[in-house]
């Protein structure tokens, strides 16, 4: 039995991943080889991936558990068989419960005049409880700078004289009972969640470079049924947002207006869906399976008339982005840069389209090469769970979903310690 904390052969660190999306479901098992120089990034190894077509989940949110458990279990079972070990516990991607970003300032009196790691801990420990008000779950907690007795600019304030320390915090919390569910089907495939990793915070490490972050970026994943957002800003997650509309709206979207079955509306979405439009589009057609017809009628229809269906549901999908981030007020701190990434963002074009809509430069990125991904898993459908192997190979206190198991009995991450012990060592 191989575990996060256990080694294979090699001296290497073994992790699996989890990526349980409206789409798909996505599994993968690495070897995290240590560096051979002081300094150095880590090796990445894949080991076993699995993959399959999503089953009583929607919009991210587990719907139906058997189904759900039987389609994940299938999946990690693909990618157990391929590393040939069994994983005991795995990093897991929540896009569920409504996510949402907070940034507020919490603030201790210094009571022995000089800071200690007790103090950063009670400190840490009161922004921690003031995020889960509300019955809500913290998900992801990062600290975007120190205040020394109101001065800003310190990294690592222990052993400074100070009388009162402050902190400015990022927190993205979710609803308690899909989160639960969610980890409910892991638990029912016999693994424990070592993490919970914000989707929008994974994708954006896999599709955007370490400069566009702290430069100022926004990084727009378009899944099957959410688009998750995060704002960067001087290197810091400084935003989170989810909007319940994704790529299997288009595809219904094409279905109905074509009245054909959701299969091949998914299929000429895939060979079809174009966001330009050119004056030859007009005259080029395609076939394709009308629904409910047993005689095997077929309709015909131009790639002009489908892009008139594609583009207004992306258009009101990257509204929706775009209010949320005008709402937030964080377009002034994360730059003009967009990045689009996300099964959906395939759709030719749509970086141009983007562009145009979000009065901003927009791209859309495939993970990013350094994670180690295989070229097999490279397209940006995988970006979230490429990013899930990025937080794993950082080991970065950025993230606060690292907490025991027992924790799930109460108030549900009720430590800080674990994010305090890997953000400040």
């Not at 229809?301 to 709402?327: C, F, N, S, Y």
């Amino acid at each position: 039995m191989l575990s996060r904390d256990k080694t294979d052969g090699r001296n290497s660190q073994i992790v699996g991943l989890l990526d349980i999306g409206t789409s798909k479901v996505a599994c993968i098992i690495a070897a995290l080889d240590a560096p051979e120089r002081p300094g150095e990034s880590r090796r990445v190894r894949v080991l076993g991936v699995g993959h399959l077509r999503s089953r009583g989940i929607k919009a991210g949110v587990i719907i139906d558990l058997a189904e759900a458990e039987a389609t994940v279990r299938a999946a990690i079972a693909q990618a157990e068989r391929t590393a040939r070990l069994t994983l005991e516990e795995v990093f897991v991607s929540v896009s569920c419960g409504r996510l949402q970003s907070s940034s507020f300032s919490a603030s201790v009196d210094i009571a022995r005049g000089v800071v200690r790691a007790d103090d950063i801990e009670r400190l840490m420990a009161g922004g921690h409880a003031f995020a889960e008000r509300e019955g809500r779950t913290l998900i992801h907690l990062n600290r975007i700078g120190f205040r020394v007795d109101g001065a800003a600019g310190s990294h690592d304030p222990r052993g400074m004289a100070a009388a009162r320390l402050s902190a400015d915090l990022h927190t993205v919390a979710a609803d308690e009972a899909p989160v639960r569910n969610l980890m409910l089907v892991v638990e029912r495939c016999y693994l424990n969640v070592r993490a919970l990793i914000a989707t929008p915070y994974a994708s954006a490490l896999a599709a955007t470079s370490e400069e566009e972050r702290r430069l100022g970026v926004t990084c727009i994943d378009i899944g099957g049924g959410t688009a998750t957002v995060a704002a960067f800003a001087d290197g810091h997650f400084i935003h989170a947002a989810t909007v319940p509309v994704g790529g299997h709206h288009i595809t219904l979207d094409i279905a109905q207006s074509l009245q054909t079955p959701l299969a091949e509306a998914e299929r000429i979405k895939t060979l079809y869906g174009t966001m330009v439009v050119a004056q030859s589009d007009e005259f080029e057609t395609f076939s394709y399976a009308l629904a409910g017809e047993e005689d095997g009628a077929r309709g015909q229809a131009t790639k002009a008339q489908l892009a008139g269906i594609i583009r207004p549901r992306v258009a009101g999908i990257l509204g929706m982005v775009r209010e949320r981030l005008d709402k937030a007020g964080v377009n002034a701190f994360a730059g003009e840069r967009v990045v689009l990434t996300g099964g959906a963002s395939a759709l030719v074009g749509l970086g141009e389209f983007a562009a145009n809509t979000l009065g901003r430069p927009a791209r859309v990125a495939s993970p990013m090469p350094a994670i180690g991904l295989p070229s097999s898993l490279g397209s940006p459908a995988f970006s979230t769970v490429a990013g899930l192997l990025a937080v794993a190979a950082s080991g970065s206190g950025e993230v606060s979903g690292l907490r025991d198991r027992e924790a799930l009995g109460g108030g549900y991450f009720e430590r800080v310690g674990e994010w305090l012990k890997t953000g400040f060592a």
